[in-house]
Structure formats: C-alpha cells, structure tokens
C-alpha cells in the first residue's frame, strides 16, 4: 500500500464564517505523520476546493474525517470509494459516538484521537497482523460481526506529533487563514459540547517553543491565525507566557482564538493579547438565561459575559460572540431578548446556534433516551437547524425565531456603517451574515413542513389517528367537552380561555365526567391529579355504562408532553390548528390566569363513536 488519500467532506450549508474555508487539523496532521512515514499522501478539504476526481483514481486507502454535520456526505464519499473496491477508514468526534453506523459505510472507524490508530491499522494492512489488539479501532469480521476494541488513552505529549504540512492540502493556496492548535481539552464541562467526551477535561497543550516553531512555519504564508483550542487561555500562566514569546521574537502575526468569558478577569492576559496580535475573540456566551446557564453547566454568569464584552472592546479586540438557544429553560422570548442583548451591546459579529444534540454529549444522551429528537438527518445538525423538541416552544418555533434573530443582528445598515469605518472585514462577515440568514428564512418553510409532517404523523401513530376520527365526525362545528371536575378555578378558567381562543367554531361543553356520542372530552391531568388518572380510567367505565355508550366504541388516549404549553400543542394538534393559533391562543390563557404557569405533561382524550 501506497497511496493514502485524506477527505475532510463539506459542510452541509453556509455559514457566516464561509468564505474563511478553514479547515480542522485532523486530516493535514494524519496526513503529515503518514507522510513522514514514506507514504503518499493527499488531502482534499472539500470546503476549500471541490475533489479532482481523477487524482485519487490510483487510491489504495482512503481516509475520511467528519463531524455530525458532514456525516452524510462522509458517508457517500465512503460507499463510493468501498464501491471501487478501495479501503475506507473514518475518523472525528460523529464516527467515534457512532462507530455501529459508520461501519455501514467503512472498513475501519478510528474512534477518539487518530494519530497512533491509523500508524497502527496501516501496519496491520501491510503486514496482515492482528486487528483486535489497536485500541481505538471498531471493525466488522468477514461474518459482518461487528467489534469494538477498547478505547485508547488520550496522547500524552503533544509535541510527539509532527508540525502540520499544509503543502498536502489541495489548493491550499486558496485559503486565508491557518488553523495552529496549542493545547487539547478543556477543564470545563458544558452539557451541550463534545470536546469533553472527544479530548478530555485534563487540559494538554505544547511546549512554547514548539508552538513558536508551529506559528513560524506556517504564518507567514497566510494574513491570518485561528488558534484552534476550545480554551485557549485554560491555562493563564501558559499563555502568557506564550504570548511574551510571540512579543519577545517580534513575530508579526494577526490572530483570534477561542476563549472564555474569563479572560477578561485577567488584565496582564488582556494586555498580552493585544500586543501579540489578538485581532478577534470568540467567546461562548451560550446565554443570557441565568437558568439556561446553569443548565447547561457553564459556570459563568450573565454579568461575567456583560464584563467581558466592556473590557474586551476596551482592549480594542473584536468578539465574536456565540449563544446557544432553545434549551428547556428558554422560551421565544429568550431567542428575541437574546438579539436585541448583542444589538444593545454592539459587538462586531454573533452566531446565534440552535440547541444541537451531537453524539457523545449528555444532551445528545438526554434528549434520544426521552424520546425527542425528531430526526436523525445529521445534515441538519449544524446549529442552524432544531432538531429536537424543544419544551417551551415548538421546534419550528425555535427554528425560525433564532434566524429571524440572526436577521435582526446582520443588517445593511450595520454593513454601511463598518464600510464607513473603513472596517473592511466586519463589512464582509456582515454580508455573509445576511446571505447566510437570507438563505436559510428562505429554505426554512420547506424545512418546517417537514419537521410538521414528521411531528404530526408521529403524533398520528401515538394517538391512534383520533385527529382524523375527530374532523370526519364533527365537520365544522366541533363540539367538546372538558372535563373540569377535579381542576383548580385557574386551572379551568386557563383551559376554556386556551379551548375558546384556538377555534372560534368549537363549542366547549364544561361538565362532569360524560361521555356523548361522536365528541371528545379532554381531561387536563394537571400534576396535583396524576394520581388520579387510574380513577379516571375507572369512573369512565362507570359513565359508559350510565350513558349506554357501548365500551368498543370508545378510545382512551393519554397524550404525554412535556410541558403545559406542550400539552397546548397537543391538544392544537388534536384539532388541527395552526402552531399560529396555538400560541396566541396559549400566550392568552396564560394571561387570563396572571401569567403563572402550572405542571400539566399528560392530558387525557376520549373519544366516542
Ligand atoms: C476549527 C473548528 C471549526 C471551524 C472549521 C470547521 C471545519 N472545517 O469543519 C469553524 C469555526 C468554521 C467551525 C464550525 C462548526 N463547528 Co467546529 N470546531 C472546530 C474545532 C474548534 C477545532 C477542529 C480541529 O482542528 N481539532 C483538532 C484536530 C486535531 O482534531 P480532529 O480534526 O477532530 O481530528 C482528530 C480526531 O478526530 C481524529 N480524526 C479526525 N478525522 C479523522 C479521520 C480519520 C480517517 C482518522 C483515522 C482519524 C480522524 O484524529 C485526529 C487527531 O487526533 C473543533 C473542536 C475540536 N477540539 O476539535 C470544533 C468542532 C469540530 N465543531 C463543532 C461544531 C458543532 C461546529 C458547527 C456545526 C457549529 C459551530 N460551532 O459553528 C460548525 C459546522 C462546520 C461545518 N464543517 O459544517 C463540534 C463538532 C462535534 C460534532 N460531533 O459534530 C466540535 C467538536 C466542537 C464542539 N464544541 O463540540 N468549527
Ligand atoms: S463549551 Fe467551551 S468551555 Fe464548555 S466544555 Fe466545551 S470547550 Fe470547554
């Protein structure tokens, strides 16, 4: 074997920092170690250049690296290189939480880091030893069995792998900024981020002068650095001490780097970036929500994001600011609070990413094991997309209200204004900005009705297609009956208000527990009554026999959710109302009760034919 090909596959869609094509290091450093090891080597990035087909038609193995998002384009690179009967290996944080899918795709998946697997697999290739002794490595036998070998430990030395070559890449000329990593890891743990799972909590990093050695040979060539840590200064000491060597050896470079709100606690660090030339910080702000904060186990306040931003800009640093909506504790309001909060500040460029369950994390665990992740198209996992039911709004909800977000931020106002400042770069961050958001309101209905259609035929199985049943029998005028008998006055008053305002045709029939024939009676089981839901069960029995109603003629369906405005949308969904209405309709109720919400995740529904 000879020929060893790296893919990084392309991303799904555009984002405000696409015409950077930055790439991530995994392939170029493989694909350096493998190199040096007497190999030939090349790696195409497919976001900087699309593949040259016929250079890689004399491939003996193909390496492909993705993330969640790219999943589904690796996966068709890889069955097109298995069709040609080439070797396909696949890496990154999607394959190593996944391996069971992505052996659908490949001969081999490197699970976690790759730099001494791949040594390893390759010497297994050439000299046919034993595969089940490199740790790290998943595998089918010849029986299609499937094995994974347990996990490797993380690198301990970081200075043991060589300095990239980005000579490998294809076109590499066409890129503008070069990615340098200084350290691994991070010692925080956000619920919602796979750099734990993937590179561990213990943070690792190089030596300085190995660093310096990396910025030499590589900066020149290019306007700009991306240091590629996720906290670059974990560490304090370190990167200053780093950034005095950058200062100390005159090296003129321009970059921006990852960091965390607390850096600006640090004004020696603040300082130190500034004049080894820190250009722009990108800082998870994830929030403004104290309890979406919390949930999300940053450890950080909203007063830590509001001092950073004050004393970053007064270090004259630009901040990318990135927040991340539609966790359990936020609501539209939050998504619209959280653009105007970025306006008012007036930092130079947001992303503002939807909530994204990426294998590995404990969201991803939370939100599959209870059932709410809606798909598993991996394409649509890129934070731009919901894909998970949300609990205070619906999915398309938070879908559309984080672009309109976007929109409200990226403006031709604000681009006339960075033109007026002769700030050339902001201009064009801000024009992405606007097509990416342009781009995606107008691709967001199509996506919409899908996420719809998916939502409303699961609802339809769950509920036995009462829906249908429902709308045949009652024709325009639909008559219901809600059952109130064991809710609190606030309780009631908040369903008739919700029932009345969703659908001016319905006539709502408050009454004891009565079954009629051809309607529906809905019973709110409010939290205080769970208890009471066998009771229920029973006492129904009892009604059917007082009112004749023959037993197979009814339906008993518990309609489970997860919060009271959820239990809304059921009971919309039930009556075929717009998610409009349900919200308006819902948002009013709450009103007509004083804004104070109440428990209620399951409602009962009888239907009598
Ligand atoms: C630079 C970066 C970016 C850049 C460039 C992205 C790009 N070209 O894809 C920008 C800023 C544009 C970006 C955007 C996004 N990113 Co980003 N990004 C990173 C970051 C910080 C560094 C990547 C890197 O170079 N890592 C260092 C190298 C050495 O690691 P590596 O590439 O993973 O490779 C190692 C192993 O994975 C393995 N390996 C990898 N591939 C292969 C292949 C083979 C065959 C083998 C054997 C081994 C192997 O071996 C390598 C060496 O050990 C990572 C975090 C991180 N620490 O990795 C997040 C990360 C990759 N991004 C992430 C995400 C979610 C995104 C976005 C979807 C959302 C966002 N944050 O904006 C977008 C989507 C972009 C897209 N491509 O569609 C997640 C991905 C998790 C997942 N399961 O999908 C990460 C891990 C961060 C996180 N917090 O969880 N990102
Ligand atoms: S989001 Fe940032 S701070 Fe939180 S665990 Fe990931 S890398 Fe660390």
Not at 465 to 470: G, N
């Amino acid at each position: 074997m000879n020929n060893i090909y790296f893919i990084e596959a392309k991303s799904p869609g555009a984002h405000i920092f696409s015409f950077t094509t930055l790439p991530r290091l995994g392939s170029i450093l493989l694909g350096t170690i493998l190199k040096q090891k007497g190999y030939n080597v090349k790696v195409f990035i497919e976001d900087i250049a699309p593949i040259p087909w016929s250079l890689l038609d004399d491939a003996d193995m193909v390496c492909i690296s993705s993330i969640t998002s790219t999943a589904n384009r690796a996966f068709q690179l890889a069955d097109k290189f298995r069709k040609r009967g080439v070797l396909v290996a696949l890496g990154g944080p999607h394959s190593t939480f996944l391996p069971d899918e992505s052996l659908n795709y490949a001969d081999f998946i490197i699970r976690g880091e790759g730099e001494e697997t791949l040594v390893e697999l390759i010497d297994y290739i050439n000299s046919n030893t034993k595969l089940n002794s490199i740790k790290g490595l998943s595998f089918k036998n010849n029986e299609g069995e499937i094995f994974h070998n347990p996990d490797r430990a993380l690198i301990q030395d970081l200075n043991s792998a060589p300095i990239p070559d980005f000579s490998l890449v294809h076109k590499w000329e066409k890129s503008t900024v070069v990615p340098v990593a200084t350290s691994r890891g991070c010692p925080f743990g956000c619920k919602f981020c796979s750099v734990i799972p993937m590179f561990g909590r213990k943070y690792r990093y190089k030596s300085i002068d190995r660093i310096i050695d990396e910025i030499e040979a590589a900066a020149p060539k290019k306007g700009h650095v991306f240091f590629i840590d996720d906290n670059f200064a974990a560490n304090k000491n370190r990167t200053k001490e780093l950034l005095r060597s950058i200062i100390a050896k005159k090296i003129k470079i321009e970059w921006s780097a990852q960091v965390r709100t607390d850096v600006a606690k640090d004004y020696e660090l603040m300082s130190l970036m500034k004049k080894a030339g820190c250009f722009a910080v990108f800082i998870g702000f994830e929030s403004i929500n104290p309890k979406t904060l919390s949930l999300y186990n940053k450890g950080q306040e909203l007063r830590d994001i509001e001092n950073a931003i004050r004393i970053v800009k007064n270090h004259n640093i630009n901040i990318h600011g990135m927040f991340v909506l539609g966790s359990d504790t936020d609501d539209i309001q939050t998504i619209r609070n959280t653009a105007r909060f970025a306006k008012k500040l007036d930092i130079e460029s947001i992303q503002l990413m939807v909530l994204t369950p990426l294998p590995g994390t404990p969201v991803f665990e939370e939100l599959r094991d209870s059932g709410r992740l809606i798909h598993k198209d991996w394409s649509k996992y890129d934070a731009h997309h919901a894909v998970f039911e949300p609990t205070q709004m619906t999915a398309f909800e938070l879908h559309v209200e984080t672009l309109k977000a976007m929109a409200k931020f990226y403006s031709w106002p604000a681009v006339l204004r960075n033109l007026w400042q002769f700030d050339f770069f902001y201009a064009v961050v801000g024009i992405y900005g606007i097509r990416s958001v342009k781009k995606a309101l107008s691709g967001a209905k199509s996506y919409v009705d899908q996420l719809k259609e998916l939502i409303t035929t699961k609802f339809d199985n769950r509920t036995d297609k009462i829906r249908q049943f429902f709308q045949q029998k009652q024709g325009k005028s639909k008559n219901i009956i809600l059952n109130t008998t064991s809710l609190e006055n606030s309780e009631s008053r908040f369903f008739t208000t919700f029932l009345n305002k969703l659908d001016k045709k319905l006539i709502i029939n408050k009454e004891e527990f009565k079954v009629h024939k051809n309607t529906l009676t809905i019973t709110p089981l409010v939290d205080h009554l769970k208890n009471k839901h066998q009771q229920g069960i029973q006492q129904l029995s009892e009604v059917y026999d007082k009112n004749k109603v023959a037993l197979d003629s009814i339906k008993v369906i518990t309609m489970e959710s997860i919060s009271l405005y959820k239990s809304c949308v059921n009971i919309g969904l039930l009556l075929n109302a717009s998610s409009r209405k349900i919200r308006k309709a819902y948002e009013q109720a709450l009103k007509s009760i004083g804004g104070n919400e109440f428990e209620c995740k399951q409602v009962l529904v009888i239907v009598a034919r």
